[in-house]
């Protein structure tokens, strides 16, 4: 029996099969697995999730760093209508302000609601009496509702990682008042933005018969849902960060420099590949300053495109118009022996990401819309020496905490590119003072910072 318990849609660990059969466990990347892995690790607790295919779920088993992982299976329609569907293409563009417009199937509604019915059970089956379970993100939404009927002794937090949208527009989806009684089971809900937290609480005052208390705080709570069962459910902002360590080390910087050609500029982005990103946004701006001759020489756009829900349709139809575009651009303005625009749709390893943001000169982090955005804090953690700039969309979370930052918006290409020539323009000690900034602020406000201010919210509300 576990005492400390975290439901996720993902474990931290995909599951492959080797040519023999015999399973095989990967890392899965993100910004919940980065964060919340050395959270558990300190608290040897139990992470409930999928294991990332549709075959059996293996038995349950606890990784090197001590945390137990207790894989649910999904079937393959599963997969389609709660994870493709009703998640992907339902909630994230419809809590993404809309960037592409949700689908609403009651199909998908119903496997949502089998398929978190099944993770409260299995949270369910393996929390101690009284333990502290903590539900993450807009897969599992009604977990903690559920839990809570089978389950009253339990301690229940949920966090949002990714935005919680206007009234207006969370007003559309047809189960609206389902999703907030399945929230509401918790006994304590985070989100990352104090705005995010005070849209919900909108939303609770106009669409159900909940009382809403006190206004929204940073790790803190000091605003409340008194519910129409008498349970009071604290509510707050607690902006995600990151664990700094793997990106204070020493780099040497000379080799990813000699790798791409020792160019003066490199310019990097880092993403999954999805929409919300901006990245055909951010190789518009390139192209246009291209065009107008605008461009420094001897500069280098390195767009990462982590591999992502690549069924769904609007993802699919993103990849294709960015490698269109990375295509049309380097066929214009590049030359025999070099392009303009290098471009990875592929993950890599950690330590390789380290070194390409230790060396970038400028990192561009564009999304249309963006809970936190943990890229941003990543590549200034690797900044300590106040080199680097980074161009940072106004709507990403991260901004907030990050207004030392190129701050651009996103929906105005021209913004971009004065946000690009700025950074590129910008004096050394211009620039220095601005990371400086910043790179304090990534380091005092550490993920163990986020998980404490949460859990001790959580325990003693
Ligand atoms: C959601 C919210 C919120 C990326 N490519 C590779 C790789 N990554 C890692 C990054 C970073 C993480 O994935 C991405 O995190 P983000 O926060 O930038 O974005 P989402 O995945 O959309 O995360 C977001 C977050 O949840 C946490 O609450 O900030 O707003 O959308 O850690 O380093 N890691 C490796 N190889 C890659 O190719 N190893």
New binding site residues.
Partial sequence: MNDFVVVANRLPVDLHYDDNGAPVWT?S???????LTPVLAQHHGCWIGWPGTTTEAPEPFRTESGILLNPVSLSQSDYEEFYEGFANATLWPLYHDLIVTPRYHRNWWDAYQRVNQKFAETAAQVAAPNATVWVQ?YQLQLVPGMLRELRPDLTIGFFL???FPAPDLFRQLPWREEILTGVLGADMVGF?LASNARNFLHVVAHYSEHDVSGTVSVRDITAHVHTSDDRQVGIGAFP?A?DPTPFLVDIDKTEVRAELGNLDQIILG???L?Y??GILQRLQALEELHKAGMMPPRTVFLQ?A?P?RERIDHYRRTRNMVEQAVGRINGRFGSLGSQVVLYQH?????E??VKLYATADIML?T?FK???????K?YVACHGDGSGALVLSEF???AEELSEAFLCNPFDVESIKQQLLAALLASPAEKQARMLRMHEQVISHDVNVWATAFLRCLTLG
């Fill in positions: 890392p990347p993100g910004g919940l697995v980065a964060a993100d990682h990714i935005p990352h995600i990151i880092v993403d999954r999805d919300t990103k990462i982590t992502s592929q993950s890599f390893d950690r390789r990401l982090v999304p963006d809970g936190m955005n943990l890229v941003a990543e990403a979370g991260a």
